[in-house]
């Protein structure tokens, strides 16, 4: 029996479509995975949002200008500033897409308000928030005479108070929610301004004694929230992550072509070797075993390498389960055993090669129901599994991908554990129905 196992891990390692299947395969797949995914997965910080400022000497001189300049001088900016010397400027600049608003400070004597400019300038604070502001300066299509931007402005009535233009909705070069987005960002930052400022100018009014003490200033002013972090998964959730296991569970199944072409080489009419094997004195039990040890031996190591590579390229953190996760490759491995030697076993005059085509349709077919070939057959393999989700159990591509997925977001090793007993089961039916073929076939011309 070792001899025989020595003799197929040697065979099956010196084979060019075992490696390239079981090893190559997984890990040239993954890695164009990873040039898909990467950017989607990317936590890059938010592009900074470009705004025009009218830099005209009430600019300058306005506290405003110093928050804007602080937000776009961060490590981080929220702000990209793009200063122009006129208000028509900024309004061109707006009407070809350049930015998403331009902020201006009127100077003393120039003030424009709610009641000199009409119904088409908006007060900036208002009891209904930036939200409501914001839906109603949309709607303000002919602001300052212009009939592609809209206004908002503040009614403080105090110099050096900012205005911001923005452009109606569905206006820009960028899609509609990039700009409700950018949008949401300038009047926020324009709205807190007012706000805050109305704060200290209403805490001067009634408590002016208040104001030399900044710890007040700095508790009147600022937003503490206390928050606690609370994972109800094992690991931070990853809608990618899915698409590895379920080519984990492909490449498993991939490892099944091992099986099949060892175990069809035991038959006596796969070639001379096997003829002069079934002569020999050793029963066809003490050949079938150590030939379904050495695949899982071999298809183990593959799949173990390929593993390593997912982990290693695409960043999953399995939070120290990974030895879970070679015990749940171990067991993926017996049950691509079990189907292989089923197929190799299979009474009948088909060849190595029909066996081998059998194998791979088998497992394509299997991977779309698991939603390996993208977003749409993903959806096909959650709808599937809730229409019938004992679909998730019977189809060993998709066992092995749940496998894997209930290590990597349950704290709890129940899910992990039935999983891993099914494939246990699965294997040793298969195994023990492979055997019953390979003792009850007769040949009788060698």
């Known amino acids: 029996m070792w001899t025989t196992f020595k003799a197929t891990v040697r065979t099956l390692l010196l084979t060019p479509s075992a490696v390239v299947w079981t090893l190559i395969f997984p890990i040239v797949l993954a890695t164009v995975f990873n040039f898909m995914f990467e950017p989607m997965r990317s936590t890059g910080s938010v592009e900074a949002v470009d705004v025009a400022v009218v830099a005209e000497d009430a600019w300058e001189d306005s506290p405003f200008s110093q928050v804007v300049d602080t937000l776009s001088e961060a490590d981080e900016p929220l702000l990209a500033v793009h200063p122009v010397a006129t208000e028509q400027e900024a309004r061109e600049l707006i009407a070809e897409g350049s930015v998403a608003g331009a902020y201006i400070v ?42 592609d931007v809209s ?3 503040s009614s403080a009535g105090s110099t050096g108070a900012p205005r911001i233009i923005l452009a109606p909705a569905g206006s820009g070069t960028g899609s509609d929610a990039s700009y409700d987005v950018n949008r949401a960002i300038l009047e926020s930052v324009v709205t807190s301004y007012l706000q805050s400022e109305a704060l200290i100018e209403e805490l001067a009014t009634h408590d002016p004694v208040a104001l030399s003490d900044p710890t007040t200033i700095e508790n009147a002013l600022g937003l503490s929230v206390s928050v606690r972090e609370v994972s109800l998964t094992h690991a931070q959730p990853d809608s990618m992550v899915r698409f590895y296991y379920a080519l984990l569970g492909m490449a498993s199944i991939f490892a099944a072509q091992l099986a099949g072409e060892s175990v069809w080489h035991l038959q006596p009419t796969s070639s001379a070797a096997g003829a002069r094997r079934a002569v020999s004195g050793t029963s066809r039990m003490r050949l079938l075993i150590p030939t379904i040890g050495a695949c899982w031996a071999v298809s183990t190591t593959f799949l173990a390498i390929a593993f390593g590579y997912i982990c290693l390229t695409a960043h999953i953190d399995f939070s120290g389960r990974e030895g879970l996760c070679l015990v749940g490759i171990a067991a993926s491995s017996l049950l691509s055993c079990g189907i292989g030697a089923l197929v190799g076993a299979l009474p009948g005059r088909m060849g190595s090669d029909s066996r081998r085509g059998i194998l791979t349709a088998l497992t394509c077919l299997l ?7 993208g977003e749409p057959t993903m959806e096909l393999a959650d709808t599937v599994a809730h229409v019938f989700p004992a679909a998730t159990w019977l189809n060993p ?3 092995i991908r749940d496998l894997f997925y209930t290590v990597y977001y349950y704290d709890t090793l129940v899910p992990f554990s039935l999983r891993l007993a099914a494939c ?15 003792r ?4 009788e011309h060698l």
């Open 397 to 399: 591509v998709c066992l």
């Open 106 to 147: 009127d100077a003393a004597g120039n003030e424009r308000n709610a009641e000199q400019s009409g119904s088409d300038e908006l007060d900036a604070v208002d009891a209904a928030g930036p939200a409501d502001a914001a839906g109603a300066a949309s709607g303000s299509g002919t602001a300052a005479g212009s009939s």
């Open 440 to 443: 009850r076939s007769a040949h």
């Open 151 to 153: 206004t908002v402005t």
């Open 367 to 373: 991977s779309l129901f698991a939603g390996l070939y």
């Open 424 to 438: 246990a089961g699965i294997a040793a039916v298969l195994l023990a129905v492979s055997a019953a073929c390979m």
